[in-house]
C-alpha cells in the first residue's frame, strides 16, 4: 500500500488489534502522513475510533 500524500511505497507498518479487528498503522517517512489500513483497504480515523468503542 502506497501513501495517499506522496506515493511513496516505503512506509513504516505497524500491526496492531483494536476492538475485534487487526489494522495497519502506517506513517510516511518521507511527509509524515499517518493511515490506517484493514485487509479491506484504507480506513479513517473515525472508524478507528468507532471500532476501539466496540467490545
Ligand atoms: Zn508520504
Same mark, same amino acid.
Given at each position: 500500500?502506497?501513501? *495517499? !500524500?506522496?506515493?511513496?511505497?516505503?512506509? +513504516?507498518? +505497524? %500491526?496492531?488489534? /483494536? !476492538?475485534?479487528?487487526? #489494522? #495497519?498503522? @502506517? %506513517? =510516511?517517512?518521507? =511527509?509524515? +502522513?499517518? @493511515?490506517?489500513? *484493514?485487509?479491506? !483497504?484504507? +480506513?479513517?480515523?473515525?472508524? /478507528?475510533?468507532?471500532?476501539? %468503542?466496540?467490545?
Amino acid at each position: 500500500m502506497a501513501c *495517499t !500524500g506522496c506515493a511513496d511505497t516505503k512506509l +513504516i507498518s +505497524i %500491526r496492531m488489534k /483494536i !476492538g475485534v479487528q487487526d #489494522v #495497519v498503522f @502506517q %506513517r =510516511c517517512s518521507r =511527509c509524515e +502522513i499517518n @493511515q490506517w489500513a *484493514t485487509h479491506d !483497504g484504507e +480506513i479513517s480515523l473515525d472508524e /478507528i475510533l468507532e471500532l476501539a %468503542r466496540m467490545r
